[in-house]
C-alpha cells in the first residue's frame, strides 16, 4: 500500500517555526519530484513548494519565498519543509504529493500529483 505520512504540525506564534516531515512507503519516491501544498478552509489548494528527485533544483510559492524551504532525504524516502518566519495566513492543513510524471518543479500543480498524504495541521497564532 502506498502511502505518505505528514507529520510535525502544530500551534505556533507568529515569528516561529515548524518544521515538516513527509515519509513515504509502499513504494519508493527517489525518482519522483515532490510537492508540498497547503489547504487554508473556504480556500483552494494552494501550491507551496516543490523539490526535483536529486534534491537539486527548488521552485516556492510567491507567498512562502525566503521563508520556507523544502528539502529531501532519499535514503530515509522523505521530503522535509523548513517553515520560519511563520504568520497567521499561513494558517493551513499542509499535504506532502508525489509526482512521477512530472519532470520539472516549475509545473508541478495539484492536478498532476499521483499521490497525497492526509494532511497535517499548521495553526500560527498573532
Known amino acids: 500500500q502506498v502511502q505518505l505520512v505528514e507529520s510535525g504540525g502544530g500551534l505556533v506564534q507568529a515569528g516561529g517555526s515548524l518544521r515538516l516531515s513527509c515519509a513515504a512507503s509502499g513504494r519508493t519516491f527517489s525518482r519522483d519530484t515532490m510537492g508540498w501544498f497547503r489547504q487554508a478552509p473556504g480556500k483552494e489548494r494552494e501550491f507551496v513548494a516543490a523539490?526535483?528527485?536529486?534534491?537539486?533544483?527548488?521552485y516556492y510559492g510567491d507567498s512562502v519565498k525566503g521563508r520556507f524551504t523544502i528539502s529531501r532525504d532519499n535514503a530515509k524516502n522523505t521530503v522535509y519543509l523548513q517553515m520560519n518566519s511563520l504568520k497567521p495566513e499561513d494558517t493551513a492543513v499542509y499535504f506532502c504529493s508525489a509526482h512521477p510524471s512530472v519532470t520539472s518543479v516549475t509545473i508541478v500543480q495539484a492536478k498532476n500529483a499521483d499521490y497525497w498524504g492526509q494532511g497535517t495541521q499548521v495553526t500560527v497564532s498573532s
Open positions: 523539490i526535483s528527485w536529486s534534491g537539486g533544483t527548488t
